[in-house]
């Protein structure tokens, strides 16, 4: 049996849905309008283990594995992906990295309240001026002073900084050291001084759920609250996008679903000249190249997510579905909005805002560019995708290597 068609996996899908009906779709343009956090939200979300899909149950998850978060992101964004772009933050790169990185005692401490959304989470890589060379433009540096850090500098793009509880930050602990100078950290803003958030406005996306420019003036963080070693933090970072990729693909993959389903609605609603503008041929075209596309990009994502669920080499084959499902979704978003017309702009339809949404995975968890360059690269021989698998001395969620060491 197909495991992305087994009857698990449509009860994963059924459950989302019905989530989402319920508890998010009609709530979610309140909060919208208000510019209010959805703090109850998120929390009864974990509650219905909507954030735990890849965890194994020693740390609250459900240990359902890579292709049951993928269906997860999807069905949650093809219903609202505004409130679906905080699952990454409660279920994927803030909790991962910890798991990934952290002692059992971190990951025991932190990771069971992010993924019950009891905490809300925070991963900050991305600096002004360094966008993909996230290894050559960090700036932000963290000094130690006995028993502390005292963190300085200036961090972009930190999506929920303004409201999380525990947070995962990248700063260098050596100017001089590249890659082996960047060191991660478990930041709690609300419990330690110098610490500055201020929303972004962004056009288009939510005014609920927001993206941050992160100050930071002798930030206090406590060692106890590094993860690994000095050092050791580009590693940890690099194997947690990875898993981010797969993820942001399936929800990727959710907006094109979004815009391809509301374009046939409207297509088949929308009369002119006597009959529903699906009759001509140009819009046929748009609704072909859409199902088409819609279809590639699933097999890709699954692929990935279940080379990831069987401890496979999986960097390349997820790049892969990353480029294509944020391809994907795009392009369904720019037909879709085609279709509609002038509504197409329009607040009163989706579409206008799911178009901001389906550029926005152009850029998370990597580029198209970095997407290519590490496919090509790969395919001429240059650099092998996979070369670290294995190798990286990371725990791996999908052997509940936590639970092994207390055992042992």
């Given at each position: 049996m197909d495991p992305a068609n087994s009857e698990e996996i449509e009860a994963v899908r059924d459950m989302v849905n019905r989530f989402m009906q319920t508890e998010v779709n009609p709530v979610m343009d309140g909060y919208?309008?208000?510019?209010?956090?959805?703090?109850?939200?998120?929390?009864?979300?974990?509650?219905?283990?909507l954030y735990g899909a890849v965890f194994p149950e020693s740390v609250g998850g459900s240990d359902?594995?890579?292709?049951?978060?993928?269906?997860?992101?999807?069905?949650?964004?093809r219903n609202d992906v505004r409130f679906s772009s905080c699952n990454n933050q409660q279920g994927s790169t803030c909790p991962s990295t910890i798991y990934f990185g952290g002692t059992a005692e971190q990951v025991q401490k932190y990771v069971p309240n992010l993924l019950a959304g009891k905490t809300i989470g925070m991963m900050s890589l991305t600096e002004s001026g360094g966008g993909s060379d996230a290894e050559g433009n960090l700036k932000t540096f963290a000094r130690r002073e006995g028993d502390v850090y005292r963190i300085t500098g200036q961090k972009m793009w930190a999506s929920m900084a303004n409201e999380?509880?525990?947070?995962?930050?990248?700063a260098r602990t050596d100017r001089n050291a590249g890659a082996k100078g960047v060191t991660a950290f478990i930041v709690q803003p609300k419990k330690y001084p110098g610490w500055k958030a201020e929303?972004?406005?962004?056009?288009?996306?939510?005014?609920?759920?927001?993206t941050n420019v992160l100050y930071l003036d002798d930030f206090v963080v406590p060692v106890e609250d590094r993860l690994g070693e000095e050092g050791d933090g580009f590693k940890?970072?690099?194997?947690?996008?990875?898993?981010g990729r797969v993820t942001v693909a399936?929800?990727?993959?959710?907006?094109?679903?979004?815009?391809?389903?509301d374009a046939v609605r409207y297509a088949n609603d929308r009369m002119l000249r006597g009959q529903p503008i699906g009759r001509l041929q140009m819009i046929q075209s748009d609704i072909a190249e859409m199902a088409v596309a819609i279809e590639a990009s699933r097999a890709l994502v699954?692929?990935?997510?279940?080379?990831?669920d069987a401890s496979q080499p999986s960097n390349r084959i997820a790049a892969m579905a990353k480029y294509h499902a944020s391809q994907t979704a795009k392009m369904c978003a720019d037909k879709a909005q085609q279709i509609f017309g002038g509504y197409g702009l329009a607040r009163e339809y989706r579409v206008s805002w799911l178009k901001s949404y389906a550029d926005l995975f152009f850029t998370g968890e990597g580029s198209a560019?970095?997407?290519?360059?590490?496919?090509?690269?790969?395919?001429?021989?240059?650099?092998?995708?996979?070369?670290?698998?294995?190798?990286?001395?990371?725990?791996?969620?999908?052997?509940?290597?936590?639970?092994a060491e207390a055992v042992r």
């Open positions: 919208e309008q208000r510019g209010e956090f959805p703090r109850e939200v998120i929390g009864k979300a974990g509650a219905a283990g359902m594995g890579y292709l049951a978060a993928v269906v997860i992101q999807e069905e949650m964004a999380t509880d525990v947070g995962i930050l990248l929303p972004i406005a962004m056009l288009g996306l939510s005014n609920a759920l927001r940890i970072i690099m194997r947690t996008l990875q898993a399936g929800k990727a993959l959710g907006v094109a679903r979004a815009c391809f389903e699954y692929k990935a997510a279940q080379m990831m560019n970095v997407q290519k360059i590490m496919i090509a690269e790969d395919a001429l021989g240059y650099k092998v995708a996979d070369r670290h698998h294995g190798k990286t001395g990371l725990r791996d969620i999908r052997k509940d290597d936590v639970a």
